[in-house]
Protein backbone atom coordinates (compact mmCIF):
# COMPACT_ATOMS: atom_id res chain seq x y z
CA UNK A 1 0.00 0.00 0.00
CA UNK A 2 3.22 2.52 1.08
CA UNK A 3 4.31 1.68 -2.22
CA UNK A 4 1.54 2.63 -4.37
CA UNK A 5 1.44 6.03 -2.59
CA UNK A 6 4.80 7.33 -3.16
CA UNK A 7 5.72 10.01 -5.81
CA UNK A 8 6.59 9.19 -9.23
CA UNK A 9 9.66 10.79 -8.97
CA UNK A 10 10.56 7.91 -6.20
CA UNK A 11 9.47 4.95 -8.58
CA UNK A 12 12.55 5.25 -11.20
CA UNK A 13 13.56 1.95 -9.99
CA UNK A 14 10.60 0.30 -10.96
CA UNK A 15 10.95 0.40 -14.76
CA UNK A 16 14.65 -1.58 -13.91
CA UNK A 17 12.61 -4.17 -11.72
CA UNK A 18 10.37 -4.23 -14.61
CA UNK A 19 12.64 -4.86 -17.26
CA UNK A 20 14.14 -7.95 -15.50
CA UNK A 21 11.03 -9.33 -14.62
CA UNK A 22 9.66 -9.51 -18.17
CA UNK A 23 13.01 -11.13 -19.25
CA UNK A 24 10.97 -14.79 -18.78
CA UNK A 25 7.59 -13.64 -19.97
CA UNK A 26 8.98 -11.94 -23.17
CA UNK A 27 9.89 -14.81 -25.20
CA UNK A 28 6.16 -16.20 -24.53
CA UNK A 29 4.14 -13.10 -24.99
CA UNK A 30 6.07 -12.46 -28.24
CA UNK A 31 4.74 -15.81 -29.63
CA UNK A 32 1.35 -15.09 -28.43
CA UNK A 33 1.84 -11.90 -30.60
CA UNK A 34 2.53 -13.78 -33.99
CA UNK A 35 -0.25 -16.39 -33.19
CA UNK A 36 -1.98 -13.78 -32.58
CA UNK A 37 -1.04 -11.68 -35.95
CA UNK A 38 -1.35 -15.12 -37.85
CA UNK A 39 -5.11 -15.80 -36.22
CA UNK A 40 -6.61 -12.29 -36.26
CA UNK A 41 -4.47 -10.18 -38.83
CA UNK A 42 -4.89 -6.22 -38.86
CA UNK A 43 -7.79 -5.25 -41.11
CA UNK A 44 -5.42 -2.84 -43.53
CA UNK A 45 -7.46 -0.19 -44.60
CA UNK A 46 -8.49 0.11 -48.44
CA UNK A 47 -5.84 3.14 -48.44
CA UNK A 48 -7.29 5.41 -51.35
CA UNK A 49 -7.35 2.62 -54.25
CA UNK A 50 -9.17 5.39 -56.67
CA UNK A 51 -6.57 7.62 -57.28
CA UNK A 52 -3.00 5.21 -56.05
CA UNK A 53 -1.55 5.82 -59.50
CA UNK A 54 -1.94 9.53 -59.76
CA UNK A 55 -1.41 10.00 -55.95
CA UNK A 56 2.02 8.01 -56.30
CA UNK A 57 3.22 10.11 -59.67
CA UNK A 58 2.27 13.11 -57.55
CA UNK A 59 4.34 12.27 -54.75
CA UNK A 60 7.23 11.06 -57.01
CA UNK A 61 7.32 14.14 -58.26
CA UNK A 62 7.40 15.65 -55.78
CA UNK A 63 10.37 13.68 -54.02
CA UNK A 64 11.90 14.62 -56.97
CA UNK A 65 11.84 18.21 -56.90
CA UNK A 66 12.43 18.58 -52.96
CA UNK A 67 15.56 16.69 -53.38
CA UNK A 68 16.97 18.71 -55.57
CA UNK A 69 16.24 21.46 -53.24
CA UNK A 70 17.64 19.58 -50.22
CA UNK A 71 21.07 19.00 -52.27
CA UNK A 72 21.35 22.67 -53.18
CA UNK A 73 20.17 23.76 -49.93
CA UNK A 74 22.68 21.07 -48.50
CA UNK A 75 25.90 22.01 -50.28
CA UNK A 76 25.34 25.71 -49.36
CA UNK A 77 25.05 24.79 -45.79
CA UNK A 78 27.98 22.62 -45.96
CA UNK A 79 30.07 25.44 -47.53
CA UNK A 80 28.60 28.50 -44.70
CA UNK A 81 29.15 25.77 -41.98
CA UNK A 82 33.13 25.56 -43.57
CA UNK A 83 33.03 29.12 -43.36
CA UNK A 84 31.83 29.53 -39.57
CA UNK A 85 34.23 26.12 -38.51
CA UNK A 86 36.90 28.29 -39.67
CA UNK A 87 36.04 31.50 -38.52
CA UNK A 88 35.57 29.92 -34.69
CA UNK A 89 38.42 27.87 -34.96
CA UNK A 90 35.34 24.75 -34.24
CA UNK A 91 36.96 21.03 -34.89
CA UNK A 92 36.17 18.87 -38.18
CA UNK A 93 32.90 17.21 -36.31
CA UNK A 94 30.93 20.47 -35.62
CA UNK A 95 28.11 21.91 -37.76
CA UNK A 96 27.27 18.70 -39.72
CA UNK A 97 24.46 18.66 -41.72
CA UNK A 98 21.50 16.47 -40.20
CA UNK A 99 21.65 12.61 -40.50
CA UNK A 100 18.57 10.62 -42.18
CA UNK A 101 16.70 8.76 -39.88
CA UNK A 102 17.41 4.93 -39.90
CA UNK A 103 14.70 2.61 -40.60
CA UNK A 104 14.50 -0.13 -37.86
CA UNK A 105 11.86 -3.23 -37.38
CA UNK A 106 10.42 -3.98 -34.64
CA UNK A 107 8.82 -6.49 -32.86
CA UNK A 108 6.12 -5.82 -30.83
CA UNK A 109 6.38 -8.72 -27.29
CA UNK A 110 3.13 -7.31 -25.20
CA UNK A 111 0.27 -4.94 -24.32
CA UNK A 112 -2.40 -4.50 -22.52
CA UNK A 113 -5.62 -5.53 -24.98
CA UNK A 114 -8.13 -3.92 -23.22
CA UNK A 115 -6.57 -0.59 -23.05
CA UNK A 116 -6.63 0.79 -27.11
CA UNK A 117 -4.13 3.87 -26.01
CA UNK A 118 -1.88 1.66 -23.71
CA UNK A 119 1.83 1.65 -23.37
CA UNK A 120 2.94 -1.11 -25.81
CA UNK A 121 5.83 -3.33 -25.21
CA UNK A 122 8.71 -3.49 -28.32
CA UNK A 123 11.48 -6.06 -28.66
CA UNK A 124 15.14 -4.40 -27.98
CA UNK A 125 17.30 -6.78 -30.20
CA UNK A 126 20.57 -6.23 -31.29
CA UNK A 127 20.04 -4.07 -34.51
CA UNK A 128 18.11 -1.48 -32.42
CA UNK A 129 21.20 -1.22 -30.15
CA UNK A 130 22.38 2.86 -30.40
CA UNK A 131 19.97 3.23 -33.66
CA UNK A 132 16.87 4.14 -31.68
CA UNK A 133 16.68 6.45 -28.61
CA UNK A 134 14.08 7.80 -26.80
CA UNK A 135 11.00 9.99 -29.12
CA UNK A 136 11.80 8.32 -32.13
CA UNK A 137 8.51 7.44 -34.60
CA UNK A 138 6.99 4.11 -35.02
CA UNK A 139 4.90 4.04 -38.26
CA UNK A 140 2.89 0.93 -39.88
CA UNK A 141 3.08 1.77 -43.60
CA UNK A 142 2.54 5.66 -43.89
CA UNK A 143 0.94 6.20 -40.52
CA UNK A 144 2.42 7.05 -37.61
CA UNK A 145 1.10 4.47 -34.53
CA UNK A 146 3.49 6.30 -31.58
CA UNK A 147 6.90 7.10 -30.43
CA UNK A 148 9.61 5.80 -28.30
CA UNK A 149 9.06 6.30 -25.08
CA UNK A 150 12.02 4.53 -23.16
CA UNK A 151 15.00 2.14 -24.46
CA UNK A 152 15.47 -0.13 -21.03
CA UNK A 153 18.11 -3.09 -20.75
CA UNK A 154 15.87 -5.66 -22.07
CA UNK A 155 13.17 -3.81 -23.92
CA UNK A 156 11.68 -0.90 -25.56
CA UNK A 157 8.14 0.76 -24.77
CA UNK A 158 5.98 2.87 -27.01
CA UNK A 159 3.57 5.25 -26.36
CA UNK A 160 0.54 5.27 -28.95
CA UNK A 161 0.22 8.59 -30.39
CA UNK A 162 -3.52 8.45 -28.76
CA UNK A 163 -2.54 8.36 -25.24
CA UNK A 164 -3.28 11.29 -23.35
CA UNK A 165 0.41 11.41 -22.55
CA UNK A 166 1.61 12.40 -25.93
CA UNK A 167 -0.01 15.63 -24.80
CA UNK A 168 -0.96 17.89 -27.72
CA UNK A 169 0.13 17.67 -31.24
CA UNK A 170 0.17 20.02 -34.11
CA UNK A 171 -1.11 18.81 -37.55
CA UNK A 172 -3.18 19.69 -40.87
CA UNK A 173 -6.32 18.50 -42.24
CA UNK A 174 -5.51 17.52 -46.28
CA UNK A 175 -8.16 16.17 -48.62
CA UNK A 176 -7.88 12.51 -49.25
CA UNK A 177 -7.79 13.02 -53.07
CA UNK A 178 -6.39 16.33 -53.74
CA UNK A 179 -6.25 15.61 -57.45
CA UNK A 180 -10.47 14.93 -57.73
CA UNK A 181 -11.38 17.46 -55.03
CA UNK A 182 -11.56 21.39 -56.09
CA UNK A 183 -10.69 22.22 -52.24
CA UNK A 184 -7.25 24.00 -51.42
CA UNK A 185 -4.43 21.50 -50.72
CA UNK A 186 -4.23 22.46 -47.08
CA UNK A 187 -7.92 22.76 -45.18
CA UNK A 188 -6.82 23.65 -41.89
CA UNK A 189 -4.08 23.65 -38.88
CA UNK A 190 -5.45 21.54 -35.87
CA UNK A 191 -4.29 21.02 -32.37
CA UNK A 192 -4.77 17.83 -31.81
CA UNK A 193 -6.14 16.32 -28.01
CA UNK A 194 -5.62 12.58 -27.47
CA UNK A 195 -8.56 11.28 -25.77
CA UNK A 196 -6.49 8.20 -24.59
CA UNK A 197 -9.81 5.84 -26.12
CA UNK A 198 -7.50 5.40 -29.30
CA UNK A 199 -8.43 8.41 -31.08
CA UNK A 200 -8.16 12.40 -31.08
CA UNK A 201 -10.39 15.36 -31.34
CA UNK A 202 -10.13 18.85 -32.20
CA UNK A 203 -11.65 21.93 -33.52
CA UNK A 204 -12.11 23.38 -36.66
CA UNK A 205 -13.55 26.20 -38.33
CA UNK A 206 -16.76 25.70 -40.16
CA UNK A 207 -15.77 27.54 -43.16
CA UNK A 208 -12.76 25.74 -43.64
CA UNK A 209 -14.98 22.72 -46.00
CA UNK A 210 -13.32 19.70 -43.59
CA UNK A 211 -15.25 16.42 -44.85
CA UNK A 212 -15.31 12.69 -43.06
CA UNK A 213 -13.03 10.93 -45.07
CA UNK A 214 -10.44 14.01 -44.95
CA UNK A 215 -6.50 12.89 -43.70
CA UNK A 216 -5.30 14.46 -41.18
CA UNK A 217 -1.30 14.92 -41.10
CA UNK A 218 1.42 15.57 -38.75
CA UNK A 219 3.08 19.32 -38.33
CA UNK A 220 4.31 19.53 -34.92
CA UNK A 221 8.35 21.04 -34.91
CA UNK A 222 7.73 19.32 -31.57
CA UNK A 223 8.44 15.68 -33.11
CA UNK A 224 11.41 14.11 -34.88
CA UNK A 225 11.59 15.89 -38.40
CA UNK A 226 11.30 12.67 -40.31
CA UNK A 227 7.54 12.27 -39.04
CA UNK A 228 6.24 15.51 -40.46
CA UNK A 229 3.86 14.72 -43.42
CA UNK A 230 3.21 11.19 -42.15
CA UNK A 231 -0.70 10.28 -41.35
CA UNK A 232 -2.33 10.35 -38.18
CA UNK A 233 -5.90 9.30 -38.96
CA UNK A 234 -8.77 10.23 -40.93
CA UNK A 235 -11.41 12.63 -39.84
CA UNK A 236 -14.29 10.14 -38.90
CA UNK A 237 -16.73 12.42 -37.29
CA UNK A 238 -17.73 15.90 -37.48
CA UNK A 239 -20.66 17.66 -35.19
CA UNK A 240 -20.98 21.19 -34.51
CA UNK A 241 -20.69 22.85 -31.18
CA UNK A 242 -24.19 24.41 -30.47
CA UNK A 243 -22.07 27.24 -27.97
CA UNK A 244 -19.78 28.00 -30.83
CA UNK A 245 -21.75 27.75 -34.29
CA UNK A 246 -18.91 29.04 -36.37
CA UNK A 247 -16.71 25.69 -35.32
CA UNK A 248 -16.56 22.69 -35.23
CA UNK A 249 -15.50 19.34 -33.30
CA UNK A 250 -13.71 16.80 -35.22
CA UNK A 251 -12.83 13.15 -34.18
CA UNK A 252 -10.10 11.39 -35.74
CA UNK A 253 -9.43 7.77 -35.85
CA UNK A 254 -6.06 6.32 -37.23
CA UNK A 255 -6.04 4.48 -39.81
CA UNK A 256 -3.36 1.60 -38.60
CA UNK A 257 -2.79 0.81 -34.54
CA UNK A 258 0.65 -0.21 -33.63
CA UNK A 259 -1.39 -3.06 -31.45
CA UNK A 260 -2.76 -4.59 -34.99
CA UNK A 261 0.40 -5.65 -36.06
CA UNK A 262 3.13 -8.11 -35.35
CA UNK A 263 5.82 -5.20 -36.04
CA UNK A 264 6.76 -1.52 -36.10
CA UNK A 265 9.04 0.16 -38.43
CA UNK A 266 11.24 2.86 -36.07
CA UNK A 267 12.51 5.88 -37.56
CA UNK A 268 15.72 5.65 -35.72
CA UNK A 269 17.68 9.13 -34.70
CA UNK A 270 20.37 7.09 -33.06
CA UNK A 271 23.91 6.52 -35.10
CA UNK A 272 24.30 3.70 -37.54
CA UNK A 273 25.13 -0.05 -36.20
CA UNK A 274 28.52 -1.09 -36.68
CA UNK A 275 29.92 -4.08 -38.09
CA UNK B 1 2.33 -26.69 -3.46
CA UNK B 2 4.56 -27.30 -6.66
CA UNK B 3 7.25 -24.07 -7.11
CA UNK B 4 7.56 -24.93 -10.70
CA UNK B 5 4.27 -25.88 -11.71
CA UNK B 6 3.11 -22.39 -10.49
CA UNK B 7 6.27 -20.10 -12.42
CA UNK B 8 5.19 -22.04 -15.24
CA UNK B 9 1.66 -21.00 -14.94
CA UNK B 10 2.25 -17.38 -14.06
CA UNK B 11 4.58 -16.94 -16.94
CA UNK B 12 1.69 -18.35 -19.72
CA UNK B 13 -0.68 -16.20 -17.96
CA UNK B 14 0.99 -12.95 -17.96
CA UNK B 15 1.98 -14.26 -21.36
CA UNK B 16 -1.15 -14.83 -22.24
CA UNK B 17 -2.88 -11.19 -20.84
CA UNK B 18 -0.37 -9.12 -22.65
CA UNK B 19 -0.23 -11.19 -26.06
CA UNK B 20 -2.92 -13.43 -27.07
CA UNK B 21 -5.90 -12.10 -25.11
CA UNK B 22 -5.42 -9.60 -27.88
CA UNK B 23 -7.42 -12.73 -30.55
CA UNK B 24 -10.47 -12.49 -27.97
CA UNK B 25 -10.66 -8.53 -27.63
CA UNK B 26 -14.22 -7.08 -28.35
CA UNK B 27 -12.89 -3.95 -30.84
CA UNK B 28 -16.40 -2.69 -31.16
CA UNK B 29 -16.99 -2.47 -27.81
CA UNK B 30 -14.80 -0.94 -26.40
CA UNK B 31 -12.00 -3.37 -25.90
CA UNK B 32 -13.27 -5.61 -23.50
CA UNK B 33 -10.80 -8.60 -22.99
CA UNK B 34 -10.82 -11.80 -20.75
CA UNK B 35 -7.99 -12.21 -18.51
CA UNK B 36 -5.96 -15.67 -17.39
CA UNK B 37 -4.50 -14.47 -14.65
CA UNK B 38 -7.21 -14.55 -12.14
CA UNK B 39 -8.20 -17.39 -13.11
CA UNK B 40 -4.89 -18.69 -11.92
CA UNK B 41 -5.01 -16.50 -9.00
CA UNK B 42 -8.78 -18.07 -7.74
CA UNK B 43 -7.53 -21.42 -8.47
CA UNK B 44 -4.63 -21.41 -6.40
CA UNK B 45 -7.21 -19.63 -3.82
CA UNK B 46 -9.63 -22.71 -3.69
CA UNK B 47 -6.28 -25.21 -3.23
CA UNK B 48 -3.29 -24.00 -1.94
CA UNK B 49 -2.38 -23.33 2.03
CA UNK B 50 -3.29 -20.35 3.26
CA UNK B 51 -0.05 -18.71 3.67
CA UNK B 52 1.13 -19.96 0.33
CA UNK B 53 -2.04 -18.40 -1.45
CA UNK B 54 -1.55 -15.38 0.04
CA UNK B 55 2.05 -15.23 -0.77
CA UNK B 56 1.71 -15.65 -4.62
CA UNK B 57 -1.25 -13.36 -4.60
CA UNK B 58 1.14 -10.60 -3.73
CA UNK B 59 4.28 -12.17 -5.88
CA UNK B 60 1.70 -12.76 -8.65
CA UNK B 61 -0.50 -9.56 -8.52
CA UNK B 62 3.34 -7.25 -8.09
CA UNK B 63 4.16 -9.01 -11.59
CA UNK B 64 0.59 -7.83 -13.02
CA UNK B 65 1.79 -4.64 -11.69
CA UNK B 66 4.71 -4.95 -13.69
CA UNK B 67 3.58 -5.84 -17.06
CA UNK B 68 3.30 -3.49 -19.82
CA UNK B 69 0.19 -0.86 -19.93
CA UNK B 70 -0.33 -1.61 -16.04
CA UNK B 71 -0.18 1.22 -13.88
CA UNK B 72 2.38 3.17 -15.77
CA UNK B 73 3.23 6.36 -15.24
CA UNK B 74 5.85 7.45 -17.99
CA UNK B 75 9.48 6.94 -18.71
CA UNK B 76 8.47 3.14 -18.00
CA UNK B 77 7.98 3.63 -14.42
CA UNK B 78 5.15 1.63 -12.81
CA UNK B 79 2.97 1.79 -9.66
CA UNK B 80 3.35 -1.17 -7.63
CA UNK B 81 0.38 -1.78 -5.41
CA UNK B 82 -3.01 -1.74 -7.28
CA UNK B 83 -3.13 -5.30 -8.55
CA UNK B 84 -1.01 -6.74 -5.56
CA UNK B 85 -3.49 -5.74 -3.44
CA UNK B 86 -6.85 -6.85 -5.31
CA UNK B 87 -4.98 -10.11 -5.63
CA UNK B 88 -4.64 -10.23 -1.74
CA UNK B 89 -8.18 -9.09 -1.27
CA UNK B 90 -9.64 -11.61 -3.57
CA UNK B 91 -7.49 -14.49 -2.21
CA UNK B 92 -8.51 -13.45 1.37
CA UNK B 93 -12.07 -13.42 0.04
CA UNK B 94 -12.05 -16.72 -1.53
CA UNK B 95 -10.15 -18.97 1.76
CA UNK B 96 -12.41 -17.59 3.54
CA UNK B 97 -15.24 -19.16 1.98
CA UNK B 98 -13.80 -22.37 0.12
CA UNK B 99 -14.59 -24.32 2.90
CA UNK B 100 -18.33 -24.46 2.19
CA UNK B 101 -18.28 -24.36 -2.08
CA UNK B 102 -17.95 -27.38 -4.24
CA UNK B 103 -14.35 -26.54 -4.88
CA UNK B 104 -13.87 -28.81 -7.69
CA UNK B 105 -16.17 -27.86 -9.85
CA UNK B 106 -15.83 -25.92 -13.25
CA UNK B 107 -18.27 -23.34 -12.47
CA UNK B 108 -17.08 -22.19 -9.36
CA UNK B 109 -14.02 -21.68 -10.58
CA UNK B 110 -15.82 -19.32 -13.39
CA UNK B 111 -18.01 -17.67 -10.83
CA UNK B 112 -15.00 -16.69 -8.21
CA UNK B 113 -13.16 -15.30 -11.78
CA UNK B 114 -15.80 -13.00 -12.43
CA UNK B 115 -16.60 -12.13 -9.03
CA UNK B 116 -12.46 -11.78 -8.39
CA UNK B 117 -12.27 -9.20 -11.63
CA UNK B 118 -14.90 -6.87 -9.57
CA UNK B 119 -12.94 -7.36 -6.51
CA UNK B 120 -9.43 -6.35 -8.17
CA UNK B 121 -11.13 -3.40 -10.04
CA UNK B 122 -12.34 -2.21 -6.69
CA UNK B 123 -9.21 -2.43 -4.72
CA UNK B 124 -7.62 -0.78 -7.69
CA UNK B 125 -9.63 2.24 -7.78
CA UNK B 126 -9.47 2.53 -3.90
CA UNK B 127 -5.73 2.51 -4.27
CA UNK B 128 -5.59 5.32 -7.42
CA UNK B 129 -8.44 7.55 -5.39
CA UNK B 130 -6.38 7.09 -2.31
CA UNK B 131 -3.28 7.59 -3.97
CA UNK B 132 -4.84 10.78 -5.47
CA UNK B 133 -5.28 12.37 -2.09
CA UNK B 134 -1.77 11.86 -1.33
CA UNK B 135 -0.71 15.98 -1.93
CA UNK B 136 2.58 15.03 -4.23
CA UNK B 137 0.52 13.11 -6.94
CA UNK B 138 -2.01 14.48 -9.43
CA UNK B 139 -6.12 13.60 -8.47
CA UNK B 140 -7.14 9.95 -10.40
CA UNK B 141 -9.47 10.81 -12.94
CA UNK B 142 -12.52 8.07 -13.62
CA UNK B 143 -13.64 7.02 -16.60
CA UNK B 144 -17.59 7.22 -15.63
CA UNK B 145 -20.32 5.06 -16.25
CA UNK B 146 -18.75 3.55 -19.55
CA UNK B 147 -15.43 2.18 -17.55
CA UNK B 148 -18.25 0.90 -15.52
CA UNK B 149 -19.83 -1.22 -17.90
CA UNK B 150 -16.70 -2.54 -19.38
CA UNK B 151 -15.50 -3.58 -16.49
CA UNK B 152 -18.84 -5.93 -15.89
CA UNK B 153 -18.15 -6.98 -19.49
CA UNK B 154 -14.49 -8.03 -18.57
CA UNK B 155 -16.04 -9.96 -15.50
CA UNK B 156 -18.38 -11.82 -17.46
CA UNK B 157 -15.66 -12.49 -20.49
CA UNK B 158 -13.22 -13.76 -18.24
CA UNK B 159 -15.57 -15.91 -15.76
CA UNK B 160 -16.14 -17.36 -19.75
CA UNK B 161 -12.49 -17.81 -20.56
CA UNK B 162 -12.16 -19.54 -16.57
CA UNK B 163 -14.24 -22.54 -18.24
CA UNK B 164 -11.37 -24.11 -20.26
CA UNK B 165 -8.63 -23.10 -18.29
CA UNK B 166 -10.94 -24.05 -15.17
CA UNK B 167 -10.78 -27.47 -16.85
CA UNK B 168 -7.10 -27.26 -17.59
CA UNK B 169 -6.12 -26.86 -14.00
CA UNK B 170 -8.60 -29.20 -12.64
CA UNK B 171 -7.06 -31.53 -15.30
CA UNK B 172 -3.75 -31.35 -13.96
CA UNK B 173 -4.12 -30.72 -9.80
CA UNK B 174 -1.96 -33.65 -9.35
CA UNK B 175 1.18 -31.69 -11.08
CA UNK B 176 0.21 -28.60 -8.12
CA UNK B 177 0.55 -30.89 -5.22
CA UNK B 178 -1.63 -28.36 -2.99
CA UNK B 179 -1.71 -31.04 -0.09
CA UNK B 180 0.35 -30.23 2.80
CA UNK B 181 3.50 -32.38 3.56
CA UNK B 182 2.92 -32.10 7.35
CA UNK B 183 -1.04 -32.13 7.96
CA UNK B 184 -2.10 -35.63 8.40
CA UNK B 185 -5.25 -34.37 6.01
CA UNK B 186 -5.16 -32.73 2.64
CA UNK B 187 -6.24 -29.19 2.06
CA UNK B 188 -8.08 -29.99 -0.66
CA UNK B 189 -10.82 -32.52 -1.01
Known amino acids: MLLSLLPA ?25 MIKNWVRPSIEPFDLPTDEQERNDLAVAERDHY ?16 QLRMLQALPESALRNPQPPL ?30 R ?37 AVIVPANPLLDDRPPLLAEILLTPTGKGAFTSEVPVNKGVQKGDLVVLDDPAWPQAGIGLGLGVVASIEQLDEAPLRQTITIVPRRRAREHANVIVLGTGSEATP | MNALVV ?17 FTLRSTGSITPQA ?10 FAPETAAILVAILLGALVDLSPGHGQLGAGMHIIGPSALGFVATTFLILKVRNIVFRRRILTIAFFAFGSVIVIAAVHAFVLVTRG ?32 IGWCFLSTIGLWKFHSPTGRRATWR
Open chain 2, 7 to 23: IVATILALAFDASFAEV
Open chain 1, 134 to 170: EGDIAIVGRDIVGRIARVGMTRMELLPSTNKESGYLR
Open chain 1, 67 to 82: RQLYHGQMLRSTELAD
Open chain 2, 133 to 164: FMPWNPAAVGGGMGEFVKLFGTAIYTGLLAVP
Open chain 2, 37 to 46: MPCLIVFIAL
Open chain 1, 103 to 132: VVSVDLTGMKPSDPSGFIELKLSRASLGRI
Open chain 1, 9 to 33: TWLGWTSDVADLVRVPVTPFSHIGM
